[in-house]
């Protein structure tokens, strides 16, 4: 038996407008095999979820960043980067777009990333607060 995992990228009104493979899981023997997902697979999953996730809502951020401010210009893109950004779920890398300043207004610097406005951290909050939480002694979060 083989399960298909797909990712939808909808547009506001519920149209796909992409289909992204996500994972293939083949259960060779459906009755030998654990039911459901094994704890190697569902690792699996959500770290190629979270990457394609990440990819689309840092991407749409950039595109809807990459016009002036002041007179609406689109910027022209200097370069795509990558950038790694830790979660939950493992480390995902990034598409990162550095783009022109655009020239209506003076600036000390010529370019610029917008991502860098949005992962002003190098890991996701749930992950940070996962983290801290571990150094604390037990029960210290305990509401008395
Ligand atoms: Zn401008």
């Known amino acids: 038996m083989k399960l298909q995992v ?7 009104d519920g149209h796909v407008e992409q289909v992204l493979e996500i994972t293939v899981l083949e259960k060779d023997d459906p009755w030998v095999e ?5 704890l ?8 190629t979820r979270q990457h394609h996730l990440g990819t689309q809502q840092t991407s ?6 990459a016009q002036c401010d002041h ?10 980067h990558t950038r790694t950004f830790r979660t939950l779920f493992g480390t ?18 010529t370019t610029f990333r917008p991502l860098s406005a949005l992962l002003t951290e190098p890991m996701a909050p749930e992950l940070l607060f996962m983290e801290t939480k571990s150094d604390l002694p037990e ?3 305990d509401v008395t």
């Open 6 to 12: 797909q990712l939808g990228v909808c547009t506001d």
């Open 34 to 38: 654990p039911l459901g997902l094994a």
């Open 40 to 47: 190697a697979e569902a690792k699996q999953l959500l770290h």
């Open 60 to 65: 749409a951020y950039v595109i809807a960043h």
């Open 71 to 80: 007179c609406g210009a689109t910027l022209q893109r200097q370069g795509q």
């Open 92 to 109: 995902v890398t990034l598409p990162s777009s550095r783009l022109y300043y655009c020239r209506c207004q003076p600036r000390t610097t």
């Open 139 to 141: 029960g210290s979060c």
